[in-house]
Every structure is written in structure tokens, then in C-alpha cells.
């Protein structure tokens, strides 16, 4: 651990810097909104370790703006406290970090001018709401200027980059992937650590879907966040810490809520703690081909699934996963290979006006056979559209195919089977849809398509299969989670 003395102001760990957090994100404090010279100095004095502030242009909003950055949220457009000024009275402190949460872009480049010309031995957060969130229409700070402003000035800083948000909040609203994936596509490159500030308020319908995204990257962290008007279901804020980690989640919420948050931890009660994630998905065992560059296409192998991000790509198919691990088959059949998933397609209200369809495939092969080669004699793919069609083939010279359709859906759940060693070799799928807008689904939810008399690999020469997975379309893009594969 580097002394306080040895950080420069590019610090990019807080729990480093403050020992006394123990490594837990929980023990991190924060002071909210000091937006006046007089909370400025009163936080200065006291316990906490992060201070948080606004920062805009004097006058934004008014027909007489300046470039001078002041500290104040809209719809203030005036404050006692320049940002020259606070960052005067931090120097004189060592033992604090401080968050720097921007309204507006104007103020963002003379903000890191002045910080540039200190010598700050202390963590300094860059947060902005670069993208829509749930329930929201405002209008995000530019996400391209603000993270290469920041990268031109302090290119190994935090960046907490996250969501508008509404003012008041509906109980069922939540980050959907489109929102998230909206964020991923601007973070995706950035080696440096980014914090994802998140409304602790929608926490119990999308918990999973961040600590999917914490399975992405290491250097990929939450901050859990609420506003004193928030009606807060802690049982999300508990989960996402629980299983993502003491040490990536970060929790600044008010007063009240992190009273129950606390509670809530000590009690470990059934209602606010979800006991188990059954997660039978082990990034270990895949891995991503990157023979073949894609620039514009990328692949997330999280702890708790994959996200495939070619949405506009030029690349129409995706890089491939591929299982590292052989499955044995067996010559009686009493010990079929089995895949099966959950997977989603994810749109967003920029691409819903393009046509074309986007498809997942799964392939099973022979140890010795490649996906992309000619040679595809020991081949099963199976795939599914976003349109619900089912199509399941052997890939041989002359192919044999049969489909099926389920209703259109953004998400279908499905099992392929493979019981190609036996008397009766067959491979066949079961698929379900789980959402659909327009038909009911008590009467139209499944199909099951199969290939008789199919035998994937010559069980003599070739006992072992191996498994991957691609994405074909670029009109969506795709998650795939409670991935199992056994034989």
C-alpha cells in the first residue's frame, strides 16, 4: 500500500488511500452536495473522507454566462465558492478525496486547467451523467468530450460516469440492458478504474444485471447512491454488495437509508438477502477468439454470463466463444451433451427503426472440426432470431436442416440436446419465450425442433465434443446468461 506522501492526484484507488476503510467500499464516507463555502469548510473539518460537489459556469443557464467553474447545481446559476477557491482550502487538508460531479461541459476543461497546476496527493473522482437512465429525458453531458477532456488532462483518474435520472422514481422502473449497454459502449476501451454511480432506488430490479458488470472488468466498480425523497428497497443494495464484493461496491446513501442498509446487513434477513445466485456459468472454461480483428465488435466474458456489443458493427458476426474444456461423449447415450441458457436481445431507441434480424447460434463440433472452416462435416449449429425462429442443422456437403417459430420476444430461454451416440442418434432443442407483447403466451410459449438420425461425430476416431457460441446481425445486441453445459 503507497503512503499518502508517494499519491499524486491520478490516485485511482480509495481504498488505498484511507487505511481505515478496511477494504470495504461500506466504511468509504461521504459529504454531500457542499456547494457553499461554509459546508465546504465545515466537511473539511470533520469525519468524513470524500468530499462531493457540483460544479457549473458562473451564469449557465443565464443570457450572461462565463467560463469562470463555480460550485452549484442547477437551478443555481451563482455560488460564494469558486472552484479555484475550494480547491485552495483542500490543499490544506491530506487526508481527503474529493468528487467532482459536473452539470454542465463548459466547466469541465477550466475546472482540470486549475487542478492541473496543483500538486494534490489525493484521490479525485470526474463524474458525469453521460447517458439516459430509467425514467429520464435529460439531456446527458457529452460523453465524448468528457472522457477525453478527462484523458487528456488526467488520463489515469476515476471516472464516475453514469445516468440522468428522473426526480421522482415509479417502484417497477429499472436499468434495463439497453441502458447499461448504452454506458458499455462509451467505457469499453478505458483502461482506468470507472466507478458506475447507481440510484439505489431501482437497485432491486437490476442488481443482477451490475453484478454481471462487475463480472466484466476488474477495474469496473459500483457507487450506490439514493436521494433523501427515495422510498428505497435495500434488498438490491444488500445482493449487489453480498456477491459483488465489499471491495467494488462503494455506498453513499442518506442518512436514513444506510441506517436500514446497516440493519439490514446484521440481520442477514430472508426478505432483504438473497441467499444463493445459482450460477453455474465458469468464465475459466471459455474464451474469446480474437484471430480475427474486430474493432468494432466486442465481447464481455462476465462472472455470470456473455454480452456480445456489435450493435451498427460493420462486422455482421461476432467474435466466437469457444469452451476450453472437451466434453466426452458416451457410446450407450446415457450421457447427453446438454447446453442451455437464458439470452436476451437488446435494442435501443437508436436502432429500433433498422431492419434486419439478429441471431445467436450455438455450435457443436468435433475436437478436431473449426466453425469457420470448409471442412463442417462434424457440425450441429442451432440459432435463434429475435423474429422467434428456431433453426437446428447438420453441417455436412448436402445440409440438413428443419425450424420451428415462437412468438417475437426480446428473451427466450432454450436447451439443445445431443443424444447422437445411441441406437435412435437424434439432436433436438426446447425453446421458450419468455416476454411477448402480442400473444399470449399460456398457449404459444415453447416449441421443440429436432434432426433424427444424426450423429455429430464418429464416436471411433472422435469421443469428444466442443461447444461455442457466436452472435450473426448487427441490428441488436445479445446477453446471454444461466449458460449450463453437461455431459
Request: contains cysteine; negative net charge.
Amino acid at each position: 500500500m503507497m503512503a499518502a506522501a508517494e499519491l499524486t492526484h491520478t490516485a485511482t484507488d480509495l481504498l488505498d488511500f484511507f487505511p481505515a476503510a478496511n477494504g470495504d467500499g461500506l466504511n468509504i464516507t461521504w459529504g454531500h452536495a457542499l456547494n457553499n463555502k461554509a459546508q465546504f469548510e465545515q466537511a473539511l473539518k470533520g469525519d468524513v473522507m470524500m468530499l462531493e460537489t457540483d460544479i457549473m459556469v458562473r451564469g449557465y443557464g443565464t443570457s450572461n454566462p462565463t467560463d469562470i467553474p463555480i460550485h452549484a447545481h442547477p437551478p443555481d446559476s451563482d455560488s460564494d465558492l469558486t472552484v479555484k477557491e475550494a480547491i485552495d482550502l483542500f490543499m490544506q487538508v491530506n487526508n481527503k478525496g474529493i468528487k467532482l460531479d459536473f452539470k454542465c461541459i463548459e466547466a469541465l476543461e477550466p475546472t482540470l486547467q486549475i487542478l492541473k497546476q496543483t500538486k494534490i496527493c489525493a484521490p479525485i473522482l470526474l463524474n458525469a451523467d453521460i447517458v439516459n437512465g430509467p425514467e429520464s429525458f435529460s439531456t446527458p453531458v457529452d460523453p465524448t468530450r468528457f472522457i477525453d477532456t478527462c484523458n487528456r488532462y488526467f488520463p489515469s483518474a476515476i471516472l464516475s460516469l453514469g445516468f440522468t435520472t428522473a426526480w421522482d422514481c415509479t417502484p417497477d422502473a429499472s436499468y434495463t440492458w439497453e441502458i447499461i449497454t448504452n454506458l458499455l459502449y462509451k467505457v469499453h476501451r478505458l483502461p482506468q478504474h470507472v466507478t458506475f454511480p447507481i440510484r439505489a432506488v431501482y437497485l432491486s430490479t437490476s442488481w443482477k444485471r451490475f453484478l454481471c458488470v462487475l463480472g466484466m472488468k476488474p477495474s469496473f466498480s459500483i457507487t450506490v447512491w439514493s436521494s433523501p425523497r427515495d422510498n428505497v428497497d435495500i434488498s438490491g443494495v444488500v445482493a449487489l454488495r453480498k456477491y459483488g464484493g465489499k471491495d467494488r461496491v462503494y455506498v453513499d446513501l442518506q442518512d436514513e437509508t444506510m441506517q436500514q442498509f446497516k440493519k439490514a446487513l446484521i440481520d442477514d434477513d430472508e426478505s432483504t438477502t438473497h441467499r444463493e445466485v445459482p450460477i453455474h456459468w465458469c468464465r475459466d472454461l471459455w474464451f474469446v477468439d480474437d484471430t480475427v480483428p474486430l474493432p468494432d465488435n466486442w465481447v464481455y466474458l462476465s462472472t455470470t454470463g456473455v454480452l456480445f456489443l456489435s450493435r451498427n458493427s460493420k462486422h455482421s458476426t461476432s467474435k466466437r466463444v469457444h469452451s476450453k474444456q472437451a466434453y466426452e461423449v458416451v457410446k450407450t447415450g446415457t450421457h447427453p451433451l446438454e447446453i442451455s441458457g437464458t439470452l436476451q436481445f437488446i435494442g435501443s431507441s437508436n436502432s429500433q427503426n433498422v431492419s434486419g434480424e439478429t441471431e445467436f447460434y450455438v455450435y457443436i463440433s468435433g475436437t478436431g472440426e473449426s466453425v469457420d472452416s470448409d471442412n463442417t462435416n462434424n457440425i450441429i449449429a442451432m440459432s435463434i432470431s429475435n423474429s422467434g425462429k428456431i433453426t437446428l442443422q447438420k453441417c455436412t456437403t448436402q445440409v440438413t436442416s428443419t425450424d420451428s417459430s415462437l412468438p417475437e420476444s426480446t428473451t427466450y430461454e432454450f436447451t439443445l440436446h445431443n443424444i447422437g451416440v445411441g441406437l435412435k442418434p437424434m439432436v433436438k432443442v426446447s425453446a421458450k419465450c419468455l416476454n411477448s407483447d402480442t400473444v399470449d403466451l399460456e398457449s404459444n410459449s415453447s416449441v421443440e425442433v429436432a434432426l433424427t438420425e444424426i450423429v455429430v461425430v464418429d464416436i471411433s476416431t472422435s469421443p469428444k465434443l466442443s461447444v461455442s457460441f457466436c452472435k450473426v446481425g448487427t441490428t441488436k445486441d445479445l446477453m446471454l446468461e444461466d449458460i449450463v453445459v453437461k455431459c
